[in-house]
C-alpha cells in the first residue's frame, strides 16, 4: 500500500467547494472519479482542508491510499489527461514509509502545520474581464495603512469566535495567526495571512471587517473589540468568496512553496521558518 500526496490547483468558481456536497460538483468529486477511471479503485480522498463555493487554490494537498502500481510522481501527469481545465495536478508523489504509517503518520489535514491564504482586491473604477471571478472589485477608496494597521491586530494567539460562520464545528475557536500582511500592486491590493488553522469563513470576516475600516465606515477598535468579545456580531461583513485562493501549506515533511519550486519532501523536522 503507498500513500500518494497531490498538490492541486483549482478555480473554484464551477464548484460547490472541495469536500463532495448533495447540491452540485465538487472538486473532491472530480478528482475521485478521475482516480477511479486511472486505478480502478475507489480511492478516499484527504484533503488539507474544505474550501467553500468559489474559493480557489493554489496549493491544496490531498493524499490516498493505494495498491496501484502507476509510479508515484506519474499520478500528476495521468490525472491531468482526466480532469477539467480548472483543475490541476501541479505535483504528486509517495510520501515514504516512516512518514506513510505509525506514531508519525502523515495525514494531509491532521499534519498540517501552518495554512497560508491569499485575499485579492481591485480597487479601481471599473471592474477587470480578467479578474473578476478571482479579485473581489470595490470602487470605493481604501486606505492601505488603515488595511495594514487592522491586519497587524489579528497577530498572535486569540479567540476568533467573532470571526466564524455559523455552522462550524470546530472544538476551539482559539487560532495562532503568524503572517498578517496587505500589500499593493497597482490597483490590486492583495492580503496574505498564515495561521495554525482557521474557522469556517474566518479569513473572509477578517477581510469583511479590514475593508470596512479601510474605507472609512469603522474604526480599528471594531477588531479588538471582537476580539476581545469574540461574539460574531462585534466583527464586519463576510467578504465574497471568489477573492479568496488557499496559496500554500506547511507540514514538518515538506511544504507546499518548495515543492511548487521543484523540491522534493525534507526530514521530518525540516520546517521551515515563515518569511
Known amino acids: 500500500m503507498k500513500r500518494i500526496v497531490l498538490i492541486i490547483e483549482y478555480d473554484g468558481t464551477n464548484y460547490v467547494g472541495w469536500q463532495v456536497q448533495p447540491n452540485g460538483i465538487a472538486v473532491?468529486?472530480?478528482?475521485?472519479?478521475?482516480?477511479?477511471?486511472?486505478?480502478?479503485?475507489?480511492?478516499?480522498?484527504?484533503?488539507?482542508?474544505?474550501?467553500?463555493?468559489?474559493?480557489?487554490?493554489?496549493?491544496?494537498?490531498?493524499?490516498?491510499d493505494t495498491e496501484c502500481r502507476i509510479p508515484p510522481d506519474k499520478y500528476a501527469f495521468a490525472l491531468n489527461t482526466y480532469l477539467p481545465a480548472d483543475i490541476r495536478i501541479k505535483a504528486s508523489f509517495e510520501m515514504p514509509g516512516?512518514?506513510?504509517?505509525?506514531a508519525n503518520e502523515f495525514h494531509s489535514r491532521f499534519s498540517v502545520k501552518r495554512k497560508h491564504y491569499r485575499y485579492r482586491v481591485l480597487n479601481s473604477v471599473h471592474n477587470s474581464a480578467f479578474l473578476r471571478d478571482t479579485a473581489l472589485h470595490i470602487?470605493?477608496?481604501?486606505?492601505?495603512?488603515?488595511?495594514?494597521?487592522?491586519?497587524?491586530?489579528?497577530?498572535?494567539?486569540?479567540?476568533?469566535?467573532?470571526?466564524?460562520?455559523?455552522?462550524?464545528?470546530?472544538?476551539?475557536?482559539v487560532r495562532s495567526i503568524y503572517a498578517s500582511q496587505w500589500s499593493q500592486e497597482g490597483e490590486l491590493?492583495?492580503?496574505?495571512?498564515?495561521?495554525?488553522?482557521?474557522?469556517?469563513?474566518?479569513?473572509?470576516i477578517m477581510v469583511g471587517t479590514m475593508l470596512r475600516i479601510g474605507m472609512g465606515y469603522a474604526e480599528l477598535d471594531?477588531?479588538?473589540?471582537?476580539?476581545?468579545?469574540?461574539?460574531?456580531?462585534?466583527?464586519?461583513?463576510?467578504?465574497?468568496?471568489?477573492?479568496?485562493?488557499?496559496?500554500?501549506?506547511e507540514y514538518d515533511e515538506f511544504d507546499t512553496e518548495r515543492i511548487l519550486r521543484g523540491s522534493t519532501p525534507s526530514p521530518a523536522g525540516a520546517l521551515p521558518q515563515t518569511p
Open 222 to 249: 471594531t477588531i479588538k473589540c471582537a476580539l476581545e468579545n469574540p461574539s460574531r456580531e462585534n466583527a464586519g461583513d463576510t467578504a465574497p468568496a471568489h477573492g479568496l485562493t488557499l496559496w500554500r501549506v
Open 98 to 102: 516512516e512518514w506513510a504509517a505509525g
Open 139 to 173: 470602487h470605493a477608496s481604501l486606505d492601505i495603512e488603515k488595511l495594514n494597521a487592522a491586519a497587524a491586530l489579528f497577530l498572535g494567539e486569540h479567540d476568533f469566535a467573532a470571526f466564524k460562520a455559523s455552522g462550524s464545528k470546530a472544538a476551539s475557536t
Open 28 to 64: 473532491q468529486q472530480v478528482i475521485c472519479e478521475a482516480l477511479h477511471r486511472l486505478t480502478g479503485e475507489r480511492l478516499v480522498l484527504h484533503a488539507s482542508g474544505r474550501t467553500d463555493s468559489g474559493v480557489h487554490a493554489r496549493a491544496q494537498v490531498a493524499h490516498f
Open 189 to 204: 491590493l492583495v492580503y496574505d495571512v498564515a495561521g495554525s488553522g482557521f474557522l469556517y469563513n474566518m479569513v473572509r
